[in-house]
């Protein structure tokens, strides 16, 4: 089946975290980062503040943001009242680093 929204958020976390080099960023990440704009409507805080992390950590190229990140940035406005400490914490330190 197709990758839920936690599960694309845990693999762009995973990679970030991984520290995957940008040889295998570039093989891996273009059919992920499609997915999480079909899924981040479906986000929870978590997911959200962890693939914008994500996001930051990989040091996206600016096409691969500009695709993918708007979708993200809409759902963080619905969710952001849900966020904890880490969520809202991980979120502001990825918007620094984008």
Sequence with gaps: GDMTAQGVANTLWAAAKLGLDPAHREAALPAVLDRLVVVAGDMN??????????????ELDPAHREMALPAVLDRLVVVAGDMNAQNVANALWAAAKL
Excluded at 45 to 58: I, S
Aim: hydrophobic share 70%; no cysteine.
């Design 45 to 58: 805080a978590q997911n959200v503040a962890n693939a914008l992390w994500a996001a930051a950590k990989l």
